[in-house]
């Protein structure tokens, strides 16, 4: 398997600009995570899916921050408008249920908001 | 819910010397902790991970030990190599929940 698939691995953007982050998890897996890391805050977690539905949101910073997972292969996590603090890297983690506890992350998407 | 501290935030060994991090939860319903290794530029990776009924786990040259009363664990490196000079983490989970809670990380170098 390819394991955990991000995109874009890296996103320049300016103020105010609409930002989606994609992922796709390993096949077969049925929890997604989304992580952000910064220097001062560590691995925090944004929100995760069991079986395509949003299990606990309470990580997300705020209502600019939206994530969806339409279906089993794929999900985003969207910043509308971005703001320079949400600079960062944003990491989506996938997990099996018969191997619960150990989640496979993607290489991250790095998030510089100017 | 559940916090994590790690120390120390930085560690600096000398190859073949061993490295001991250290990290405490908060909520004695967590009964599985994992430790995780970073690269740079890389997602964080499962290296060794224990749960709760287990007080001890060793693979190689690395081991992890849980003290469940002081509700503390720590991740033990022998033998330490310049590759194993990355970012570590630790992490706990609460029983019958999805997510884990990890700690601030240790950045470990191993000097040749």
């Known amino acids: 398997d390819a394991g955990v698939i991000q995109s874009p691995r890296h996103e320049v953007t300016e103020m105010g600009q609409e930002v989606t982050l994609r992922c796709k998890p390993i096949s077969g897996h049925d929890y997604l995570f989304w992580y952000r890391q910064t220097m001062m805050r560590g691995l925090e977690l944004l929100i995760y899916f069991n079986n395509n539905v949003p299990i606990d949101d309470s990580g997300m910073p705020e209502d600019r921050f939206s994530a969806k997972m339409p279906n089993a292969s794929f999900s985003t996590l969207k910043i509308q408008p971005s703001e320079p603090r949400d600079s960062a890297v944003y990491f989506c983690?996938?997990?099996?249920?018969?191997?619960?506890?150990?989640?496979?992350f993607g290489e991250g998407s790095r998030l510089t908001v100017l | 819910g559940e916090n994590v501290e790690q120390h120390p935030s930085t560690l600096s060994v000398q190859e073949g010397d061993s490295a001991v991090i250290k990290c405490t939860y908060s909520d004695s319903a967590s009964n599985y902790f994992p430790w995780y290794k970073q690269e740079l530029g890389k997602g964080p990776q499962l290296i060794i991970d224990i749960r709760s009924n287990v007080g001890e786990k060793k693979d190689q040259r690395i081991a992890v030990t849980l003290n469940k009363t002081a509700k503390h664990f720590s991740l033990h490196i022998t033998e330490t190599q310049p590759e194993d000079s990355a970012v570590y983490f630790c992490a706990a989970r609460i029983s019958g929940k999805g997510k884990l809670t990890f700690g601030q990380g240790t950045i470990l170098t191993v000097h040749p």
């Open positions: 983690a996938s997990s099996p249920v018969s191997r619960s506890g150990e989640l496979f």
